[in-house]
């Protein structure tokens, strides 16, 4: 499976955006889907992922977005989104999405087939 995200950009506080990945190759709608975010000089954190079609396309979130962010798929189109309101200037990062493979949800080793990544800014 390989993985393009595309949606960042620069947005001020309080603003909202919609991340794109789209994925090839795979059968994508039993795929496990997640979103990580990297901030400079911190580690890569866990923001939300969705379980296949056949485990009910679970939904689960970082405390940190719960409640702002929302993440969905279209099986129809192989994309996952990933729905940004509200944000914040520590929502500020590179976003990854990635496949999940197996183990710990939040847990980046969990996960493989990682996109390049797309830079979302939150400043005034």
């Known amino acids: 499976v390989q993985l393009v995200e595309s949606g960042g950009g620069l947005v001020q506080p309080g603003g909202s955006l919609r991340l794109s990945c789209a994925a090839s190759?795979?059968?994508?709608?039993?795929?496990?889907m997640g979103w990580f975010r990297q901030a400079p000089g911190k580690e890569r954190e866990f923001v939300a992922t969705i379980s296949g079609r056949w485990t009910g396309n679970r939904l689960y979130y970082a405390d940190s977005v719960k409640g702002r962010f929302t993440i969905s798929r279209d099986n129809a189109r192989n994309m996952v989104y990933l729905q940004m309101n509200s944000l914040k200037p520590e929502d500020t990062a590179v976003y990854y999405c990635a496949v999940f493979k197996g183990g710990t949800y939040y847990s980046t080793t969990a996960y493989d087939a990682w996109g390049q990544g797309t830079q979302v800014t939150v400043s005034s």
């Open positions: 190759g795979g059968t994508f709608s039993s795929l496990g």
